[in-house]
Structure formats: C-alpha cells, structure tokens
C-alpha cells in the first residue's frame, strides 16, 4: 500500500504525522504542566495551547494535507470520497505515529515524579 503511493502524498502523510505531533505535543504537555504546577496553567490555559496549536497545524499543513490531524476526521473524508481508502489508511497511520511520538518526548521530558 505504502510502496503505491505518489511522491507528493509523502508529503501529505509528514505533513499529518507532524501536524498530529504538535497536538499531542502542545495539548497533552499542557495538560501535565498544569498537574505539575497546581493549575498554574488552568483550563484556559490548556485550551489556548490546543486551540493554538490546531491553528498554527492548519495553517502551516492545511494546504498540503488538508491538516485533518485525527483518524476520525480522515475517516469522514474517506466515507465521504473526498480522499481514496489507501490514503486514508495512509493518513490515519501517520496521525498515531506522530501522535504516539508526541507522548514519548513528553514522557522523556516530563519529570518522573508526575
């Protein structure tokens, strides 16, 4: 599946992987640092760092890829035929990778006592 796809839709698929990086990067480390400081960054806070971030994402990849950045909004597009079942596969693929590696720097990062 992955060998049959275009040089240009690589490109989408970094874009996604990335994109869904921040994310989880931004939001969930949001979410830790205002455990760790005692609601020092507080719901606002955590909003403003995932509604900033989706923006920047959108922005940055909404050109390349379309910026969905969640297996549910690709899977919408496929339902709706607006992207190919291989690419969707494709797509849904880069968002866990990246959003998996987004916890793992956040979990290399983070301190061990939280």
């Known amino acids: 599946m992955l060998s049959k796809l275009l040089p240009h839709e690589w490109r989408k698929l970094l874009a996604e992987g990335v994109g869904t990086f ?3 990067f931004m939001g969930a480390g949001a ?3 205002n455990g ?6 507080g719901l606002l806070g955590i909003a403003l760092a995932h509604g900033l971030t989706l923006v920047f994402v959108i922005c940055a ?22 992207i190919s079942i291989n690419l969707g596969i494709a797509y849904a693929a880069a968002q866990l990778l990246g ?10 990062l983070m301190p061990d006592s939280f």
């Open 99 to 108: 959003g998996i590696l987004g916890a793992l720097v956040l979990a290399v």
């Open 22 to 24: 921040a994310l989880v």
């Open 31 to 33: 979410i830790i640092t």
């Open 61 to 82: 990849f909404g050109d390349i890829s379309g910026a969905h950045i969640n297996p549910a909004v690709t899977l919408g597009f496929v339902v709706t035929r607006r």
């Open 36 to 41: 760790v400081t005692d609601n020092g960054v």
